[in-house]
């Protein structure tokens, strides 16, 4: 695979171009063309598309986008461009598996197809809720407690020795080394020391951040490394990736690509979806894709309808076509403890596993300590309920489950914050909560997921 | 529907079409047509439909900042023939200025940029500070334009203390109450906005409109 080196080279040498052009007349318009050349159509009648040619379009699709557009530098104002066969070579010569964790939590994260058996990677927790600093440590418990978790995504905490972390300050320094320090010890208490970070530091987010706390980090553990929306990096970004690599890191290449913002619709948010795969390997040269799409309108969710078809197909486009561990963020728009946030948790994550990819459950946005770890373990548990589930058995599942809850994406129920459903000190859901949990789960049994 | 070059500006602007936008505002300085009308009437309707479009879904981000840039050039042509009085009362007759930005340390402008031209196709003179922006540079841009409202995006934990930072700049330098501050972006909330001391928050660009209405006393919402 062409060597870093050559693409930081390219990110100060590449063609010049204007951000806006960038995001309006190369990224956009030719995202726009190329669908309709492919012609690519979505189907919102069936959610998880069985056809496999359709995947092919879809990465070559993106292929011919990628090569043409690359991926721009919002600080040198320049193109890093790649040929085809640069591309190619990058996919071709990817790692297939990859080893995190320590001791009896060491596990392999394996590349999966579509209606693949075998058990898909289930990382919980997801940076997306903000801890109290003082429950920091009971959340981070509770997670390791999940059965099925094979690895933890660490929460944001809200201050740091009682102080509003900001970032580029000493202050983000200290939360970066002060969330793995509790991270951990958290994970002991469970009796799972060496359960691996999937995210790096969620509040190490400058590069000074990143190099100066990333040495609480262990070798079971992953860095992520997310691009900015659409295909953009910073120097700061590729920063990070350089220590990353001369430490022997293992990145985990996030991206976020918005339906309705400059990827348009689910057809090109699809195509997007693929497209960061390679950027994934050639400029954030991540080990894992990990992809978190999100909505325009409805912001941090993807359980909607014209979502769960673009995730499908994207999906079903890398696991068919290449052999990249894929690890994906189902967003719901419900808070934690609702019936309507099960219902999305039980179509997003089956439409993820069965394409062929792997889950990693989060907690909520919109609040302080909104999360419930017991939500994230029934979605560990839909995801091994659908192995080796057939695309067409998922699609009719999951055409019953979004008259549930899609009619309601958009006034959600905000759910309850962990203390009200956890037991902080066992760190162990409350009766009613985990009474709820069983009548939810027996519920969505009836609808084919065998979760009870 | 007539199909007067007024008309068509109008149906360039809708589709987004910048170049000829430009050029049919050109034709119609040069045919003596009235440049405050087809401002005032034909682009402010394209706008409108514009937003409709996209509060429909039919138009998404890119369709938004096509049309917005094709409306600005059109604009920017007709405003070329009149004196400086005229152009004067048109910015005047704006619903309100912004200012916006994504604030220091933030580099995430999509939902930002969604609330910009979802602003301009309300009728407001957005201007668009772009991502990490400092405090002074939100107050020196305010002043210059003589804002309304200043709107703060941070997408990060780690940079909505940013927001807060603009507010305390404003506040010690006196002008807390010259603006008014509303604040959005992912991890922010309405109880942050209470806190901060900001004027008001919103979950995406639909309600950040909606707000600046309602800040700026000129909805029915409020």
Not at chain 2, 12 to 27: F, L
Not at chain 2, 141 to 152: N, P, S
Request: aromatic share 6%; net charge negative; glycine share 10%.
């Amino acid at each position: 695979m062409l060597s870093f080196h050559e693409v930081v080279k390219r990110a100060l040498t590449g063609p010049v171009c204007d951000e806006k052009e960038y995001d309006l007349k190369l990224f956009n318009r030719k995202l726009t063309e190329i669908v309709k050349e492919y012609d690519i159509k979505c189907d919102l009648e069936n959610p998880i598309p069985s056809d496999a040619s359709l995947a092919r379009d879809v990465f070559n699709a993106a292929l011919d986008f990628y090569s043409q557009v690359g991926t721009y530098c919002t600080d040198t104002g320049r193109i890093i461009k790649f040929s085809e066969e640069e591309i190619k070579e990058a996919v071709r010569t990817a790692p297939s598996s990859i080893e995190l964790g320590t001791g009896r939590d060491q596990r392999d994260f394996v590349a999966r197809n579509p209606e693949s058996k075998i058990p898909p990677w289930c990382s919980v927790g997801g940076a997306i809720p903000t801890s109290s600093e003082d429950l920091f440590l009971s959340i981070s418990q509770a997670r390791g407690q999940i059965p099925l978790a094979t690895g933890i995504c660490m929460a944001i905490p809200d201050t740091v020795y009682g102080m509003r972390i900001m970032l580029g300050t000493p202050f983000e320094i200290f939360a970066g080394v002060r969330s793995v320090v509790l991270t951990k010890e958290g994970l002991r208490r469970a009796g799972r020391p060496g359960l691996p970070i999937m995210n790096s530091i969620a509040i190490a987010v400058s590069d000074v951040a990143t190099i100066a706390s990333g040495w609480a980090l262990g070798p079971g553990d992953a860095y992520e490394i997310s691009a900015i929306g659409e295909m953009k990096v910073t120097l700061s970004l590729l920063n990070r990736v350089a220590h990353v690599l001369n430490v022997g890191g293992k990145i985990v290449a996030g991206n976020g690509p918005v339906y309705g913002g400059y990827c348009g619709g689910a057809e090109g948010t699809a195509v997007a979806i693929a497209a960061y795969t390679f950027m994934g390997q050639l400029v954030q040269r991540g080990v894992i894709h990990h992809p978190y799409p999100t909505h325009y309108k409805l912001i941090a969710v993807n359980s909607n309808r014209p979502l769960l078809w673009a995730q499908s197909v994207g999906y079903q486009a890398v696991s068919r076509n290449t052999h990249i561990p894929v690890m994906v963020n189902p967003y719901v728009a419900a808070g934690p403890s609702a019936e309507m946030r099960y219902y999305e948790i039980a179509s997003t994550v089956t439409t993820i596993v069965v394409s062929g990819g792997s889950p990693e459950l989060l907690g909520h946005r919109g609040g302080l300590d909104l999360d419930s770890p017991l939500d994230l373990q029934f979605g560990t548990e839909v995801a091994h309920a659908v192995l080796g589930m057939k695309t067409e058995d998922a699609n009719e599942i999951v055409k019953k489950l979004l008259p549930k809850y899609e009619d309601h994406l958009s006034t959600p129920p905000p759910g309850k914050k962990y203390q009200e459903l956890f037991d902080v000190k066992t760190a162990r859901p409350l009766e009613e909560h985990y009474r709820e949990y069983m009548r939810y789960k027996k519920a969505i049994s009836e609808y084919g997921i065998p979760v009870d | 529907m007539e199909n007067t070059p007024s008309e068509q500006l109008k149906q360039a602007v809708i589709a987004g079409d910048e170049d000829k936008a430009k050029a049919i505002a050109t034709d119609i300085l040069r045919a003596g047509l009235d440049p405050i009308e087809v401002i005032e009437e034909h682009l402010a309707s394209a706008m409108r439909i514009v937003g409709d479009k996209f509060e429909n879904q039919e138009y998404f981000l890119a369709d938004l900042m096509s049309a917005g840039e094709a409306m600005k050039a059109a604009s920017k042509t007709l405003m070329s023939g009149m004196d400086r009085e005229t152009q004067g009362r048109l910015k005047h007759d704006k619903s309100g200025a912004i200012v916006i930005g994504a604030v220091k340390g933030d580099q995430h402008d999509i939902g930002k940029n969604l609330v910009a031209m979802l602003l301009q196709a309300n009728g407001f003179d957005v201007h668009d500070l772009g991502v990490d922006v400092g405090p002074r540079e939100f107050l020196d841009k305010a002043k210059e334009v003589d804002a309304d409202v200043i709107g703060l995006s941070a997408l990060l934990t780690t940079t909505m203390p940013y927001q807060a930072e603009v507010i305390n700049y404003l506040r010690d330098s006196g002008l807390q109450d010259r603006y008014r501050v509303i604040v959005g972006g992912g991890a922010t909330s309405q109880d942050w906005a209470d806190e901060i001391g900001a004027q008001g928050w919103a979950p995406d660009a639909t309600r950040a409109v909606q707000l600046v209405n309602k800040v700026m006393g000129t909805s029915e919402h409020a």
